[in-house]
């Protein structure tokens, strides 16, 4: 298996823009997560899907971030228009069934 | 809003040392996990303990769970180069259903030199 897939794995774009971020998680995982890493504030948690369906988006900072699940094997956060503020490291995890969290291995976004 | 504390912030230390990260909380969780996470990756899942005053080992890792399942520490025995990184706790709490919301610590990142 070749574990969770990110894409791109960098993303520089000018503010403004929107950006689009995927992931493709591990076969079988039924429970997926977004999460978001700075210096500032470390790993947070920003939405959670089971089966394709969101649970916990309280940790989304504002409308301009959203999420979709269309499928089991696809993801994308999307950020609409990009601030500054929203450079970190995103990360999606998977899980099957309350097992071990497996994480990609991020994509890295500076916003100019 | 759950906060876990690490402590220390960096720790850079010589090869063959000891040394402990604690994780420290108000809440309560029903399990805690440490992570490794090396850079340009994603963090990695190192133990889950999940009854208080657990204690579990790994090779020469040993973590435990407080008492009150509010705080745990990890040692780390003759650390090595490989040893090296960025660890985090993360306290679990169940979802209805079967997964759980990860609440991550402040990290610890450790230096392990030659």
């Known amino acids: 298996d070749a574990g969770v897939i990110q894409s791109p794995r960098h993303e520089v774009t000018e503010m403004g823009q929107e950006v689009t971020l995927r992931c493709k998680p591990i076969s079988g995982h039924n429970s997926l997560f977004w999460y978001r890493q700075t210096m500032m504030r470390g790993l947070e948690l920003l939405i959670y899907f089971n089966n394709n369906v969101p649970i916990d988006d309280s940790g989304m900072p504002e409308d301009r971030f959203s999420a979709k699940m269309p499928n089991a094997s696809f993801s994308t956060l999307k950020i609409q228009p990009s601030e500054p503020r929203d450079s970190a490291v995103y990360f999606c995890?998977?899980?099957?069934?309350?097992?071990?969290?497996?994480f990609g291995p991020g994509t890295r976004l500076t916003v100019l | 809003t759950q906060l876990l504390e690490q402590s220390p912030q960096f720790l850079s230390i010589q090869e063959g040392e000891n040394l402990t990260v604690y994780c420290n909380s108000s809440s309560v969780f029903s399990s805690l996990q440490w992570y490794r996470q090396e850079p340009g990756e994603g963090p990695v899942l190192l133990v889950t303990v999940v009854t208080g005053g657990e204690v579990k080992k790994l090779k020469r890792l040993t973590f435990q769970f407080g008492d009150a399942r509010k705080d745990s520490s990890l040692h780390i025995t003759a650390a090595q180069p490989g040893d090296t990184g960025l660890y985090l706790c993360a306290g679990a709490m169940a979802y209805t259903g079967t997964a759980s919301k990860l609440t991550f610590g402040t990290g610890t990142r450790l230096q392990v030199t030659l």
């Open positions: 995890a998977g899980e099957r069934d309350g097992g071990t969290q497996y």
